[in-house]
């Protein structure tokens, strides 16, 4: 099975900061890689796939980049809806797996 | 509008059995792998099973194959996960999910709560 290790598994930021969630995975899987967000008592949404494609909807000051085994989250300026967990998940093969989630806080 | 509705879930004792259905609407259903997802209370999210278009593909995480079988009826637009010989660390949130073409999930339900407990 490919593990996903993210890091770090929480942090403490800022309304305005730019923060940074880094994810490797065990094995190169090119760019079958996704990034989710969920907030306490919802499920996950989807906010990067394909490791830097933004999905519809999801604002710009979310950014993803890498491929093979390192992959970054970016959220450029931090707002307060921006406060909650982030899960990776590669999709290279199965068993499909998820990071262990890193939990942005005020 | 695009909706998937989770249903099934409750308290069942260690040993037990239980079904649970995903009702898919406001897309085409059998266009789409589903996945079901679980998260065990306070923990993270682990991928259960998938499960192809017309039902002819299906992929579990080794540690519960044998025990959870994912089906699929595109008549009905409807998902399920059946469950045997449930254990106490299979308590959790199961979530049905539709996946995209990069294995993304890109729709969520909102969950179904699974309690394994005498």
């Known amino acids: 099975d490919i593990q996903m290790t993210q890091s770090p598994s929480s942090l403490s930021a800022s309304v305005g900061d730019r923060v940074t969630i880094t994810c490797r995975a065990s094995?190169?899987?090119?760019?079958?890689f996704n990034w989710y967000q969920q907030k306490a008592g919802r499920p996950p949404k989807v906010l990067i796939h394909?490791?830097?494609d933004l999905q519809s909807g999801v604002p710009s000051r979310f950014s993803g980049s890498g491929s093979g085994t390192d992959f970054t989250l970016t959220i450029s300026s931090l707002q307060p809806e921006d406060f909650a967990t982030y899960y990776c998940?590669?999709?290279?093969?199965?068993?499909?797996?998820f990071g262990g989630g890193t939990k942005v806080e005020i | 509008e695009v909706h998937l509705v989770e249903s099934g879930g409750g308290l069942v004792q260690p040993g037990g059995s239980l079904r649970l259905s995903c009702a898919a609407s406001?897309?085409?259903?059998?266009?789409?792998?589903m996945s079901w997802v679980r998260q065990a209370p306070g923990k993270g999210l682990e991928w259960v099973a998938n499960?192809?278009?017309?039902?002819?593909?299906?992929n579990y995480v080794d540690s519960l194959r044998g025990r959870f079988s994912i089906s699929r009826d595109s008549d009905k637009n409807s998902l399920s996960l059946h469950m045997n010989g449930l254990r106490a660390q299979d308590t959790a949130v199961y979530y049905c999910?539709?996946?995209?073409?990069?294995?993304?999930?890109?729709?969520w339900g909102q969950g179904t709560m699974v309690t394994v407990s005498s």
């Open positions: 999910a539709r996946e995209v073409s990069t294995s993304a999930f890109d729709v």
């Open positions: 406001g897309f085409t259903f059998s266009k789409y792998w």
């Open positions: 499960i192809n278009q017309d039902g002819s593909e299906k």
């Open positions: 094995q190169s899987i090119g760019t079958y």
């Open positions: 394909a490791a830097s």
């Open positions: 998940q590669q999709s290279y093969n199965f068993p499909l797996t």
